[in-house]
């Protein structure tokens, strides 16, 4: 650290300071002008009041916490299975021997449908069909059947993620891990996977956190998770702050996960980077 | 690194500024929230249940239209300084709307003459435009058709209207939404009317008229359950009940019948009703009117109207009343339509027309 910097290293450093300045300005601008024009809208006070009132806010947040974790926990055990469902899915779409056709025609099918209809019309549909076939009290719970699916839809768009990546593996990578004895199940195991996983951890993230928004949507079915605690308030205040408690709720968990993700994907980046020749 | 070092600046500036735009509004609170002084009528559990009932019949002020704000701006300040502090409300609500009722409903402004009150009122001139759900439920609205006069809340309207001189041709029907009648921003009805129930709470942001009906609470289960003849209501505490979003039947639930597991909610009936099916739930809790709908309606196969809920001589019930934007001129022509129309006996044959045959003969469950 005590070595004088090249004259590039101070050069560089002037940029990177600038950049920065230049950076702070504008964001302190642009927030400056929100902060000065949205009061001078008409309606600004009773749009205020409708979604800014601290009272309810400071209500709302204090009793939102147990139905927000609920919602948490439904993400929680949904995300794994909707990882595995959807990796299946895209092996099952990327058999290339004849005698598994079937299961490539299914998978297709399968994705083909799932993605097809809306979130709320599978929630809707599962949630209240299937129980009524059951008639059962512990195996109707609304919570599993909106868990189910969540998952099989979910694991639908997840396993074309999936397959993209697979496929985005060049071929000649295939070749070489067979040229040099593997089997196919090791060439996809040890060469395409981990390649393939590492390109679409973004793509992933997308939907991860679309999931854990898409969790709500289980209160359809009768659970009172955050989203419905928030409609209850909004009815009992005539108020929709407690929504905006809510989407601050959302965001505490989905900013740090996506911000945690850009970081290690980051340095991952860098680790891999071309620029790193040993 | 850089890159994100910045980004978490500007988040930060970002959360900032919101907690500082939820921050200065509680400050001031005073200003946006009451404005109008029946916004700080706040019915306390302790408070209420006693002065509700003395106020709902005496302290009406009758006024002609050109001098009646002053008068009740000032009966309804002396009734404010008496509630509970809002603060208090908003904890302890919760567990006792049915006391809070109509509380709002206190020094209500009422036009002397509804006919001469309207002009120059209305959204339209000559024309009152009234808003129903979507779709609007049996016995309230019959086949979904508002524009029939059929249903309780259809014939409501139309003897409403009359009353303030506009002819059945004049009505003119839209349909909104829950979160639509309630936001903010210039509303596209005079009045709205899909068994809003009266609130202290919701008073503070919408007019109410006064209560056009007063109805209890009631259950519905399958005619098998083992909820279907309850003796009492300690009988449904363990029971799991449901009710639909943002209802005052949800909050009996949870603040008077409080049974052991938490209820369900659905987005509507509709939801509720198909869970009850599933046996999902033991029961749901309706007002009484749309629990004989429920139930003979044909969304049900198996439905049962198991009874209604005592309600005791301090509670007012839950009133339904019309929805108007706050501070509208309009609510005390409203106010003086539904006030001749009490008078002269015809809202109450109205409801013996159309909704006698669903709620008369329900038994009652009883308090304990």
Redesign the interface.
């Known amino acids: 650290m005590t070595t004088p910097l090249t004259r590039r290293q101070r050069y560089e450093q002037r940029t990177?300071r600038r950049s920065?300045a230049i950076?702070?300005a504008s964001?302190?601008v642009v927030?400056a002008a929100?902060?000065v024009l949205l009061p001078m809208t008409s309606?600004w006070?009773?749009?205020?009041?409708?979604?800014?009132?601290?009272?309810?806010?400071r209500?709302s947040l204090g009793h939102m916490l147990g139905p927000f974790w609920y919602d948490v926990q439904i993400f929680l055990w949904c995300a794994p299975c909707i990882l595995l469902g959807g990796l299946s899915l895209a092996f099952a779409r990327n058999v290339r021997s004849p005698a598994l056709f079937p299961l490539r025609l299914f998978s297709t099918i399968y994705t083909d449908v799932f993605r097809g209809v809306p979130m709320v019309l599978w929630i809707t549909l599962i949630g209240?069909g299937v129980?009524?076939l059951?008639?059962?009290?512990n195996l109707?719970?609304?919570v599993i059947w909106g868990s189910v699916a969540l998952i099989a839809a979910y694991s639908a768009y997840v396993g074309e993620v999936f397959r993209a990546g697979i496929e985005s593996v060049h071929e000649s990578q295939r070749a070489a891990a067979r040229s040099l004895g593997m089997t196919s199940t090791q060439t996809m195991r040890h060469v395409i996977l981990p390649q393939a996983i590492r390109r679409v951890v973004p793509p992933l993230m997308n939907d991860l956190v679309s999931l854990q928004k898409d969790v709500a949507l289980i209160?359809?079915?009768?659970?009172?998770e955050v989203l419905?605690q928030a409609?209850?308030d909004?009815?009992?205040?005539?108020?929709?702050t407690p929504y905006v408690a809510a989407a601050?709720l959302f965001l505490c968990v989905s900013?740090p996960l996506t911000?945690t993700t850009?970081?290690l994907l980051?340095r991952e980046r860098r680790r891999t980077g071309a620029t790193a020749v040993r | 690194m850089r890159r994100s070092a910045r980004l978490g600046t500007v988040m930060f500036i970002a959360a900032a500024t919101l907690l500082a735009a939820c921050g200065s509004d509680t400050k001031d609170a005073a200003v946006p929230t009451t404005t109008d002084p029946a916004a700080t009528v706040a019915g306390s559990a302790a408070s209420s249940a006693a002065t509700t009932t003395a106020a709902t019949t005496t302290a009406a002020t009758t006024s002609t239209p050109t001098t009646s704000a002053p008068t009740a701006a000032g009966a309804t300040k002396a009734t404010a300084t008496t509630a509970a502090p809002a603060t208090a409300a908003l904890t302890s609500a919760a567990a006792t709307t049915t006391a809070t009722t109509a509380a709002t409903t206190t020094a209500a402004k009422i036009a002397v003459n509804p006919a001469t009150c309207v002009a120059g009122k209305t959204l339209t001139a000559g024309k009152f435009t009234v808003a129903t759900g979507n779709p609007a439920y049996s016995p309230y609205v019959i086949d979904d058709k508002p524009e029939s006069g059929k249903g309780f809340e259809s014939a409501v309207t139309y003897a409403v209207a009359a009353k303030m001189g506009f002819k059945n041709a004049d009505v003119v029907w839209v349909r909104t939404g829950f979160d639509e009648a309630i936001a903010p921003g210039p509303k596209s009805f005079d009045a709205n009317i899909q068994q809003f129930s009266v609130t202290a709470d919701r008073a503070k942001v919408v007019d109410f008229s006064l209560p056009y009906y007063t109805t209890n609470q009631a259950l519905v289960t399958t005619k098998t359950s083992k909820f279907a003849k309850p003796k009492s209501m300690a009988d449904l505490k363990t029971a799991k009940l449901g009710a639909a979003t943002g209802t005052t039947s949800l909050t009996f639930i949870t603040g008077v019948i409080k049974p052991t597991s938490a209820p369900q909610v659905f987005d509507d009936n509709a939801g509720a009703a198909q869970a009850l099916q599933n046996n999902q739930i033991d029961g749901l809790i309706v007002d009484l009117p749309t629990a004989y709908g429920i139930v003979n309606g044909g969304g049900m196969t198996d439905g049962n109207l198991a009874g209604q809920f005592q309600r005791l001589s301090t509670e007012p019930g839950d009133q339904l009343a019309y929805l108007i934007t706050k501070g509208s001129p309009l609510t005390e022509c409203i106010n003086g339509a539904l006030k001749q129309l009490t008078d002269d006996g015809t809202l109450a044959k109205l409801a013996t027309t159309w909704l006698a045959q669903g709620t008369d003969g329900v038994p009652i469950v009883p308090r304990g």
């Open positions: 990177k920065f950076a702070a964001t302190i927030l929100v902060v309606g006070q009773k749009v205020r009041h409708s979604f800014f009132d601290g009272s309810i806010l209500f209240f129980p009524g059951l008639q059962s009290r109707g719970r609304a209160s359809i079915l009768g659970p009172v419905r409609g209850i909004k009815a009992k205040f005539f108020n929709f601050v900013v911000r850009d970081h980051q």
